[in-house]
């Protein structure tokens, strides 16, 4: 399994920006395709976006294409969330998964290595 630690999120204002990190541990991260999800009150788990272990293949939700980008630095074993253009409805936790099966998904049941979640909250 992959040990992932998300850096802290916060608190930004309708229109800003966040980069949101995950420092993974573990031998299979370099072939691991890796995801973020949320979690906003009262909602259901929603996928966020994917990233393929070449960092080749990258996979959006509609609601944030356009707006987030993610990356992967394999050297560093992190993966990156950036999001720009952040609206109050993007306000949720949001967590790190890792896929070591490499499979480029937006079903959470697809991973077997959680983080612990960030708060990411969007003011209007």
């Known amino acids: 399994q992959v040990q992932l630690v998300e850096s802290v999120g916060g608190l930004v204002q309708a229109g800003g920006s966040l980069r949101l990190s995950c420092a993974a541990s573990?031998?299979?991260?370099?072939?691991?395709?890796m995801g973020w999800l949320r979690r906003a009150p009262g909602e259901e788990r929603e996928f966020v976006a994917a990233?393929?272990?070449?960092?080749?293949?990258?996979y959006y939700a509609d609601s944030v294409k356009g707006r987030f980008t993610i990356s992967r630095d394999n050297a560093k074993n992190t993966v990156y969330l950036q999001m720009n253009s952040l609206k109050p409805e993007d306000t949720a936790v949001y967590y790190c998964?890792?896929?070591?099966?490499?499979?480029?998904?937006?079903?959470?049941?697809?991973?077997?290595?959680w983080g612990q979640g960030t708060q990411v909250t969007v003011s209007s």
């Open positions: 998964a890792a896929d070591r099966l490499g499979r480029l998904s937006s079903r959470w049941t697809t991973y077997d290595s």
């Open positions: 573990g031998r299979t991260f370099r072939s691991s395709a």
């Open positions: 990233i393929g272990w070449s960092d080749c293949r990258t």
